[in-house]
């Protein structure tokens, strides 16, 4: 089938965007790579022994990556909360808790209805109560603290009820009254309601239900107050958490060494035969090899990374966003794919068409919905697509006068869509290594340059996407740069120059920094 594209572009693009980093490479890779970047010598590019480390530490080591991640994610994700979610019913955890929380709140029920009744376990669900309420007071708020607690004095009310003279509705009441001071205007209806329940067993276990909810509230508050702190300050927030990691635990660079030594082979292994097609072709050693193209070849290799297999440790906080990048890649490829396969078979009736391109990814966007999922079956959502696309060509042809696809044609073009699935299709081929050049020369461009690359020929259906992918691509890769910098500098240093003495490395950054 032929593919009326621009198949020269493949040529020029590649070597396009590899001299554009080899370039800003020039006279930066040997300074910057033969110093010793990373803040401390624990790399696993060294020849020193494994280290043994102790439970505490690698609970230290957790518990750095917990709030690093957490913090990445508050900082970058503008729509992170917290939010309430209760066990499925159905669940054997859901009817753990339903049972447990039962047997809690009727063995409430039955000593309140006691006589005279026991208070005891009353009286500590108030003082937990107290300490809640006292939570959300802000610094300064002294009077409602004091009030707070005064009223919630477990030591009297246990004196009360020796004397059978606690009055639970009034606590429960001013409860009540002081959580609508303090919640948001999104809890005022739980508030009413709470007001509304006669039953004070039923009451406090709803009480405990809207303080779980306030609680929620209070978290997102500081969260939001809490982003562009660590927007302004998330770089070295994050590169000095991961030290600390690094310090725990010496291993934790071991999968990203991995990742950056394949992607030293996989340029070794272009330059090899480059130099094999061309006998003039100087055939070098490790040395020629940019440091920032390899850093970018392995940025583009996670786009299409085996998720089932454990992504370099730098790269975790980003794990989810690079995967669902990696989706919606590759439904834009095959869109592209089912216009390009359109265009070639029905030829010049429809590529001139204004507008049918579109129509086209509009067709195939709905029932390409969902497939990241296992129970996908792209081949028959590519048949689908097939069937849907004669009908509008036809239809399109029958408006205009012109004859429609006979069943041969719309045979074939419907075999030419469900044959994307197969491994090595030429078309896909194609579209893949287009993508590949457009976010190539995308990682290329300074991180400052806000402009788009060219987008190849093929992929104009699909530029509108691509551009937004792009950019949610870019920034990934740039922050994770300015992060994690300082320690790819120090393996790559390893790698690519490992006969460097560290005498000259010392020297290299006191140059680079001068």
Partial sequence: MPLNDEHNSDSESSRFSESTAASSDSEYSRQSFNSD??????????????????????????????????????????????????????????????????????????????????????????????????????????????????????????????HNAVDIHGLANYIINTMGKLCAPIRDNDIKQLKATDNIVELLRQIFRVLDLMKMDMANYTIQNLRPYLQRNLVDYERTKFQEILEETPSALDLTTEWIKESIEDELSSASDESSSSPGADSSSKRTISPTLVLNNGYLKLLQWNYHKTIPETLITDEARLQELREKLKQLRIIACVCLITNNMVGAAIVDLP?????????????????????????????????????????????????????????????????????????????????QFFLRSLLALPSFQKSMPTMPGGLSVIQTEMELVGSQYASIVNFNKQVYGPFYANILRKLLFPETPMGKAETGTATATS
């Fill in 37 to 162: 970047s990373s803040s401390k010598p624990s790399s696993p590019a060294s020849a020193s022994p494994p280290k043994m480390i102790t439970f505490d530490e690698l609970m230290a080591a957790a518990r750095n990556l917990t709030n690093l991640t957490l913090a990445h994610e508050i900082a970058v994700n503008a729509n992170f909360c917290i939010k309430h979610e209760d066990l499925p019913q159905n669940s054997f955890a859901g009817t753990v808790k339903q049972i447990v929380h039962k047997a809690f709140w009727d063995h409430l029920e039955s000593e309140l209805n006691e006589d005279p009744p026991e208070y005891e376990h009353a009286i500590k669900l108030f003082e937990e109560i107290k300490e809640i309420l006292l939570s959300f007071l802000t610094p300064g708020a002294n009077r409602i603290q004091n009030q707070i607690c005064e009223v919630l004095d477990t030591d009297l009310i246990r004196q009360q009820a020796e």
């Fill in 355 to 435: 507008g049918f391109a579109e129509q086209l990814k509009r067709i195939s966007l709905p029932l390409l919905e969902g497939m990241n999922k296992k129970t996908f079956d792209l081949k028959e959502a590519l048949n689908a697509i097939g069937v849907q696309i004669c009908s509008k060509v036809n239809r399109s042809l029958t408006e205009r006068g012109l004859p429609t696809l006979d069943e041969e044609m719309q045979s074939n073009l419907m075999g030419q869509i469900t044959h994307i699935v197969e491994e090595n299709n030429p078309v896909c081929s194609l579209i893949d290594k287009r993508i």
